[in-house]
T-cell receptor
Framework: SQTIHQWPATLVQPVGSPLSLECTVE??????LYWYRQAAGRGLQLLFY??????ISSEVPQNLSASRPQDRQFILSSKKLLLSDSGFYLC???????????FGQGTRLTVV | GENVEQHPSTLSVQEGDSAVIKCTYS??????FPWYKQELGKGSQLIID?????GEKKDQRIAVTLNKTAKHFSLHITETQPEDSAVYFC??????????FGAGTQVVVTP
């Protein structure tokens, strides 16, 4: 069966520290992978999406970057966190051909 | 790029009444339109979806309609129940796989 793992679930980081959130998918090959951020009381903002290894599309200019070192691994990173990076980050994937997207459980990031 | 707008942002309905949420999209190349329900502690779950070659799809009390010409699609929930209270998100995906979401609608079903 297909599953998605995202960790950690919660994270408190000081301003200026680096960030690495990891997402892995099992049970499917060459998935589309997505990183979203959901601010409190707001919708899901697409940050990055990837249709293959090393292929990353950035949707909004920001302090974050994404990488896909393996087919089923998607990493969200930052070299120096800002207060404004606080939020709820969700990883998602969809199989090939384009089908339903499944979400990870999310990471609650608080930058202090 | 794709821009998805969703209305209303909040919707309060009496139990048993119908709820309708509307979304518009900008990219005519979008071909897949899912709806997600987000509940506290349960994450986001797909409740229904529709592809661009279909005008309407129904699953029990939930239905989705798509108007490709006008580039809008709607979620209809009939005979609402308290467990329908949640945040609902529409989304649109283009042929490249990019999946954009609307801002969400907080639905509150009052007994």
């Amino acid at each position: 069966s297909q599953t998605i793992h995202q960790w950690p679930a919660t994270l408190v980081q000081p301003v200026g520290s680096p960030l690495s959130l990891e997402c892995t998918v099992e049970g499917t090959s060459n998935p589309n992978l997505y990183w979203y951020r959901q601010a409190a009381g707001r919708g899901l903002q697409l940050l990055f999406y990837s249709v293959g290894i090393g292929q990353i599309s950035s949707e909004v200019p920001q302090n974050l970057s994404a990488s896909r070192p393996q087919d089923r691994q998607f990493i969200l990173s930052s070299k120096k966190l800002l207060l404004s990076d606080s939020g709820f980050y969700l990883c998602a994937y969809s199989g090939q051909p384009n089908t339903e997207a499944f979400f990870g459980q999310g990471t609650r990031l608080t930058v202090v | 790029g794709e821009n998805v707008e969703q209305h209303p942002s909040t919707l309060s309905v009496q139990e048993g009444d119908s709820a309708v949420i509307k979304c518009t999209y900008s990219d005519s190349a979008s071909n897949y339109f899912p709806w997600y329900k987000q509940e506290l502690g349960k994450g986001s779950q797909l409740i229904i979806d529709i592809r661009s070659n279909v005008g309407e799809k129904k699953d029990q009390r939930i239905a989705v309609t798509l108007n490709k010409t006008a580039k809008h699609f709607s979620l209809h929930i009939t005979e609402t129940q308290p467990e329908d209270s949640a945040v609902y998100f529409c989304a649109a995906r283009d042929s490249w796989g990019k999946l954009q979401f609307g801002a969400g609608t907080q639905v509150v079903v009052t007994p």
